[in-house]
Nanobody, 122 residues
Framework: QVQLVESGGGLVQAGDSLKLSCAASGRTFSTYTMGWFRQAPGKEREFVAAISKSGSSTYYADSVKGRFTISRDNAKNLVDLQMSSLKPEDTAVYYC???????????????WGQGTQVTVSS
């Protein structure tokens, strides 16, 4: 079992950068694909980015490609999401997730953090 705790959210202006971090408990962190999802008010949860167990492969939603970077440190049980050139439409609660999956579907992720709010003002 994996417990996930996100941090780093906040209020920023359009064009700013922000880094989210997710700390995982347990000794099996390196056996999970890690993902970031987000949910805006009134909208469904959507995929943002994912990284393979070793960190050798990354996947991004088209809406964030080129602006967001996902990375992980298996020695420290951490996964980060570096966000740059933020837009008001990036405003959402961002969730860290762990799963034994190679996909971008939220159903493939068994463990979820509590979420952290990111608000981008125009």
């Amino acid at each position: 079992q994996v417990q996930l705790v996100e941090s780093g959210g906040g209020l920023v202006q359009a064009g700013d950068s922000l880094k989210l971090s997710c700390a995982a408990s347990g000794r099996t962190f390196s056996t999970y694909t890690m993902g970031w999802f987000r949910q805006a008010p009134g909208k469904e949860r959507e995929f943002v980015a994912a990284i393979s167990k070793s960190g050798s492969s990354t996947y991004y939603a088209d809406s964030v490609k080129g602006r967001f970077t996902i990375s992980r440190d298996n020695a420290k049980n951490l996964v980060d999401l570096q966000m740059s050139s933020l837009k008001p439409e990036d405003t959402a609660v961002y969730y860290c997730a762990a799963g034994r999956t190679t996909g971008t579907n939220a159903l493939g992720y068994a463990y979820w953090g509590q979420g952290t709010q990111v608000t981008v003002s125009s």
